[in-house]
């Protein structure tokens, strides 16, 4: 059994036709989604369309849950954007999702942490606004209690995969869609990969155990960047040409 994992695509169409068409030439049909499915100033749409005719099995972002529960008065730029490109099919096909849930037996799929939408789980932030990989003890405290062989989550943008010494198998496959951004929570930091690829992963399980693979898949960002400047986001387009925020 062969599966990818697809997360965190941002409204982003480009990026994800060509992750798309690298699973096809690699033969890879089934997949799953971590969410943040549509949020940013791209082409939010598309890629619902896409999805919707895909049917992956998927979870609900945090950005997901934003665009059916907020006012969009107090709306984020980047989900106001999306909000404003979806039908009420779109934003239904959301309320549907699960925020957890288990496929192949034992794989949990999560967007953030099994309990938590918006938690950064394998990276943290200090105080002073720089990201490190998370300590063994962090890691094991989120994937308490979650009976799986594979746990997939999210939402910080960078890929990863960690083993517990349980055996458990914990994997970020990156975003599809947005290789670098700011936030202000907890406090204002940056997260980037440094390429403006697209990134997603392939799951194989061998005699029980879980092989990993990342994929890092060139596309012409140059599209999406447009996208971006036309929405009136400089920050995005630069983040999506480059795969860096810092200039
Ligand atoms: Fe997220």
Same mark, same amino acid.
């Given at each position: 059994?062969?599966?990818?994992?697809?997360?965190?695509?941002?409204?982003?169409?480009?990026?994800?036709?060509?992750?798309?068409?690298?699973?096809?030439?690699?033969?890879?049909?089934?997949?799953?989604?971590?969410?943040?499915?549509?949020?940013?100033?791209?082409?939010?749409?598309?890629?619902?369309?896409?999805?919707?005719?895909?049917?992956?099995?998927?979870?609900?972002?945090?950005?997901?849950?934003?665009?059916?529960?907020?006012?969009?008065?107090?709306?984020?730029?980047? /989900? !106001?954007?999306?909000?404003?490109?979806?039908?009420?099919?779109?934003?239904?096909?959301?309320?549907?999702?699960?925020?957890?849930?288990?496929?192949?037996?034992?794989?949990?799929?999560?967007?953030?942490?099994? !309990?938590? /939408?918006?938690?950064?789980?394998?990276?943290?932030?200090?105080?002073?606004?720089?990201?490190?990989?998370?300590?063994?003890?962090?890691?094991?405290?989120?994937?308490?209690?979650?009976?799986?062989?594979?746990?997939?989550?999210?939402?910080?943008?960078?890929? !990863?995969?960690?083993?517990?010494?349980?055996?458990?198998?914990?994997?970020?496959?990156?975003?599809?869609?947005?290789?670098?951004? /700011?936030?202000?929570?907890?406090?204002?930091?940056?997260?980037?990969?440094?390429?403006?690829?697209?990134?997603?992963?392939?799951?194989? !399980?061998?005699?029980?155990?879980?092989?990993?693979?990342?994929?890092?898949?060139?596309?012409?960002?140059?599209?999406?960047?447009?996208?971006?400047?036309?929405?009136?986001?400089?920050?995005?387009?630069?983040?999506?040409?480059?795969?860096?925020?810092?200039?």
């Amino acid at each position: 059994m062969k599966f990818a994992v697809l997360a965190d695509i941002h409204g982003n169409s480009f990026a994800l036709e060509a992750v798309l068409q690298d699973m096809d030439a690699l033969g890879v049909t089934d997949a799953v989604n971590l969410g943040d499915f549509f949020s940013g100033p791209i082409d939010a749409a598309k890629t619902a369309s896409i999805l919707m005719e895909r049917d992956f099995a998927s979870v609900r972002g945090n950005h997901d849950r934003y665009l059916i529960e907020q006012d969009p008065t107090n709306m984020g730029p980047s /989900d !106001r954007v999306a909000l404003d490109q979806l039908s009420e099919q779109h934003l239904q096909w959301i309320a549907d999702l699960p925020t957890t849930r288990t496929v192949f037996d034992d794989v949990f799929l999560c967007h953030a942490t099994p !309990r938590s /939408d918006s938690t950064y789980w394998l990276e943290r932030v200090e105080n002073n606004g720089v990201v490190r990989p998370a300590s063994l003890a962090e890691v094991k405290a989120e994937a308490d209690g979650v009976d799986a062989s594979l746990i997939l989550c999210a939402h910080t943008h960078i890929p !990863r995969c960690v083993r517990l010494p349980d055996g458990r198998v914990i994997v970020n496959p990156g975003s599809v869609g947005c290789p670098a951004y /700011d936030d202000d929570m907890p406090v204002y930091h940056y997260m980037q990969t440094g390429t403006p690829n697209a990134s997603y992963a392939l799951l194989e !399980r061998h005699h029980g155990e879980w092989n990993v693979t990342f994929r890092s898949v060139l596309y012409d960002a140059k599209q999406a960047s447009d996208c971006a400047l036309l929405n009136e986001r400089r920050d995005w387009a630069r983040a999506l040409q480059t795969g860096w925020f810092e200039e």
